[in-house]
């Protein structure tokens, strides 16, 4: 049970800041239209924030308790 409520809180993390990053972020792309064609790495490199910052923080305050 522990791991489906983390793997909840997981989705719920990705998602919301995911969403509260691209809404800051996707104006920036659609200044000008050279730059909307690459909106695409900005979405990915939030993504890639939000995995780092799970690895690093945030996996040690969940429900889930592991070996180590």
Do not use: P
């Not at 799970?54 to 070996?67: A, E, I, V």
């Amino acid at each position: 049970m522990r791991t489906l409520l983390e793997l909840l809180r997981i989705i719920i993390i990705f998602v919301l800041l995911g969403n509260l990053g691209w809404a800051i972020l996707g104006d920036l792309y659609t200044i000008n239209e050279a730059t909307e064609g690459y909106s695409w790495l900005g979405a990915l490199a939030i993504l890639v924030l939000l995995f780092v910052l799970y690895r690093n923080k945030l996996q040690f305050s969940g429900w889930y308790q592991g070996d180590g």
